[in-house]
């Protein structure tokens, strides 16, 4: 079964604290994808990573993916209460079809 | 707005019935995706259809199905219903057919509470 694991599964901080969270397979993707989900709506794409070691940022969102193509990072710099949500990464490894969601990240930033 | 619509928004039923859940996917784009998302879960891969074909199979239970029509909405069709299908169901598309960047834009779902 390929698997997109992301750590931390829950994350609560403080309004301006800085956070990453990681997304790891032992699978090489062919590229990735980060999301942003709020409660009861769908998921919404933030960014799409291709290239091994491709660093793109969106504001205070910095997406990294790794050299291998197996893993990636999403670091969110001075956090505010609009960012919370669900954190999902996805992609499709190389040669197939399937599209598969990592385990998501769930969150919490407090005022 | 991602561009893609399901219907219904909600939908109540009873265990042991069938329901039909709707959804026309971007302008343009030829793949349908439907998934499952329990209370505070992960999204479930359930199946995708490219251009009226079935392209890729996830965890989809054997009394659910789904068809992709020429053109290009896909229903998703839950018979027997149990409590424990009560769960959003999402369809999201995209316009890549082949392995490459697979950017998907998801439909605001399909809210199944089955009682």
């Known amino acids: 079964t390929q698997l997109l694991e992301q750590s931390p599964q829950f994350l609560s901080i403080q309004e301006g604290e800085n956070l990453t969270v990681y997304c790891n397979s032992s699978?090489?993707?062919?590229?990735l994808q980060w999301y942003r989900q709020e409660p009861g709506e769908g998921p919404v794409l933030l960014v799409t990573?291709?290239?091994?070691?491709e660093v793109k940022k969106l504001k205070r969102l910095t997406f990294q993916f790794g050299d291998a193509r197996k893993d990636s990072s999403l670091h969110i710099t001075a956090a505010q209460p609009g960012d919370t949500g669900l954190y999902l990464c996805?992609?499709?490894?190389?040669?197939?079809?399937?599209?598969?969601f990592g385990t998501g990240t769930r969150l919490k930033v407090l005022a | 707005d991602s561009g893609v619509t399901q219907t219904p928004k909600h939908l109540i039923t009873a265990t042991g019935q069938r329901v039909t859940l709707r959804c026309s996917p971007r302008s343009g784009d030829l793949s349908v995706y439907w998934y499952q998302q329990s209370l505070d879960q992960g999204l479930q891969f359930l199946i995708q259809?490219?251009?009226?074909?079935?392209?890729a199979k996830g965890n989809i239970l054997e009394r659910f199905s789904a068809q992709q029509f020429p053109d290009l909405h896909s229903e998703l069709n839950l018979s027997s219903l149990e409590l424990g299908d009560s769960a959003l169901y999402f369809c999201?598309?995209?316009?890549?057919?082949?392995?490459?960047?697979?950017?998907?834009?998801f439909g605001p779902g399909t809210r199944l509470t089955v009682l």
């Open positions: 259809y490219y251009n009226g074909e079935e392209r």
């Open positions: 999201a598309s995209t316009g890549t057919g082949t392995t490459g960047s697979y950017e998907q834009f």
């Open positions: 990573v291709v290239t091994g070691g």
């Open positions: 996805a992609g499709v490894t190389s040669g197939t079809y399937k599209y598969i």
């Open positions: 699978s090489v993707f062919s590229s």
